[in-house]
């Protein structure tokens, strides 16, 4: 179990100094993503060289936990391949709806420090948000809402690797 106190020091250090905030001066894929409930919003961009991501930077406006979430995302994902970052996508939402509990084995490590916003409904998208826009990204989808019918997150994730 994490403490409280090392969720609020992490969203603190994240909101004080953002890991890879600004643009890409070369992106291959980006997407807009938007929190209507919060009104979050984010841009990703990334570089994929073949299946590697390369470079990835957000910018946007966003809550404190949002924020977070996407700096500490663009520093985990940074380097690893597409299906690594599909898995962690797929762990990341699990964990923050409650379907994963962080005990059992997964691949978020440090991240699993968000497992407690599924106690926080009204902050559960603004942490997802971050990983939803990834998803889209990746899959060349431009603009995606937590809100939208065809929401990205419900499309099955290829797990090949
Ligand atoms: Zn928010």
Redesign the pocket.
């Known amino acids: 179990m994490h403490s409280k106190s090392l969720y609020q020091e992490v969203i603190l250090d994240h909101n004080r100094k953002p890991r890879n905030y600004g643009t890409l001066e070369h992106s291959t894929h980006h997407a807009v993503g938007h929190?209507p409930?919060?009104?979050?919003r984010l841009v990703i961009a990334l570089n994929l060289d073949g299946q590697n991501i390369e470079g990835i930077a957000f910018h946007g406006e966003?809550?404190a936990?949002?924020k977070a979430s996407a700096s500490m995302m663009t520093s985990v994902v940074k380097g690893k391949t597409r299906s690594d970052a599909e898995i962690l996508i797929q762990e990341f939402r699990d964990m923050a709806l409650g379907k994963l509990d962080p005990s059992d084995e997964n691949h978020l490590g440090r991240l699993t420090v968000f497992a407690g916003v599924r106690n926080l409904p009204t902050?559960v998208?603004?942490a997802i948000?971050p990983w939803h826009t990834l998803h889209a990204a990746l899959n060349s989808i431009n603009s995606t809402s937590t809100e939208a019918a065809d929401d990205p997150m419900h499309a099955p994730v290829d797990r090949a690797s």
């Not at 409930?37 to 979050?40: E, K, R, V």
């Open positions: 929190n409930l919060c009104g979050d966003s809550c936990i949002c902050r998208k603004c948000l």
